[in-house]
């Protein structure tokens, strides 16, 4: 028989990438998580993970082993769903996270709608990033998420969550108001090429999206300034420090100096939906969901 805490000791092994980091994110001692891994490989007959370097990774058994628990985490989300059939108000505890915009303009609307049409459902909401949120599904500690689409994020394919595609999100051309863009109703970036630009920095995932926008239109920008948020990006601009492409569901302070103008081409970002395989028929999860599919056409114009 597996121990399934033995088990989950194992899967967070490979969703962290060494036994230090599952320890802390599970608040064991390393000592007390090998022990957990070396005790599942004795029940089992088999080695689950083998030297590598300073280091360790998961043996050909251990990676097979995973993807029948990636697949019995996501029949235990069914079977808590069966329990429960007689219960099918969504009602409870409902957990979500986001990036900031997505707060402002999807999650924060969501809990209202909730609040008001479903008395027994309560909803909390906390601000992550996109390598956070995902780890706080794994964890168990948030129900649904909306992150954004980026080159890390595990793949459509990984059986451990279930993503689906809720909006695109366009970037528009940020130039100061009296730039001689500014008052075309849309603009080639072609057109921007010699400009000072401002971008995300590079750890933050619109940075690729700015890179690849400006690289399809045939150039690189020359980056001058960077900032974290949208608004810093824009009050720049507003300064005549250069220009930046801005996703259209930033909220900018108002009556700053500046236009924003769509591209041609349609840049954009995806932002998603994701959940725990099986998790996404909870009836409070899927209300939210529901909600958060009328709200997402209505929040890009």
Not at 73 to 89: I, K, N, P
Not at 250 to 269: D, S, W
Request: proline content about 8%; glycine content about 4%; hydrophobic content about 45%.
């Amino acid at each position: 028989m597996i121990d399934l805490r033995r088990l989950h000791v194992l899967r967070a092994v490979a969703h962290y990438g060494t036994v230090t980091a599952a320890a802390q994110a599970l608040h064991f001692t390393t000592s007390a998580a090998s022990q957990q891994i070396r005790q599942l490989a004795r029940d089992l007959g088999v080695d689950l993970l083998e030297p590598q370097g300073r280091g360790v990774r998961l043996t050909p058994a251990a990676e097979s082993l995973l993807a029948h628990a990636d697949a019995i985490q996501a029949r235990w989300q069914l079977a808590e769903l069966d329990l429960r059939a007689d219960h099918s108000e969504p009602a409870g505890p409902l957990r979500v996270s986001g990036l900031p915009v997505a707060i402002s303009v999807l999650l924060a609307p969501m809990a209202v709608r909730l609040r008001e049409r479903h008395r027994r459902l309560t909803v909390s909401i906390q601000e992550s990033g996109v390598p956070e949120s995902f780890d706080l599904l794994f964890e168990g500690e948030i129900d649904l998420a909306v992150v954004e689409a980026t080159p890390h994020n595990p793949p459509m394919s990984d059986t451990r969550y279930d993503q689906q595609p809720l909006l695109d999100d366009p970037f528009d051309l940020v130039v100061p108001a009296d730039h001689p863009l500014a008052d075309r109703d849309r603009v080639d970036l072609a057109d921007a090429a010699h400009e000072d630009w401002i971008a995300p920095f590079a750890d933050s995932p619109c940075r690729t999206h700015v890179m690849s926008a400006c690289g399809a239109a045939g150039f690189t920008p020359t980056v001058v300034h960077q900032a974290r948020e949208w608004d810093v990006t824009a009050h720049l601009v507003a300064h005549r420090l250069g220009v930046a492409l801005i996703p259209r569901l930033a909220h900018l302070t108002p009556h700053l100096p500046i236009a924003r103008v769509r591209c041609e081409g349609n840049p954009h970002r995806k932002l998603l939906t994701c959940t725990r395989s099986g998790a996404e028929q909870r009836p409070a999860i899927a209300a939210a969901l529901s909600e958060l599919r009328d709200l997402a056409p209505r929040a890009v114009t």
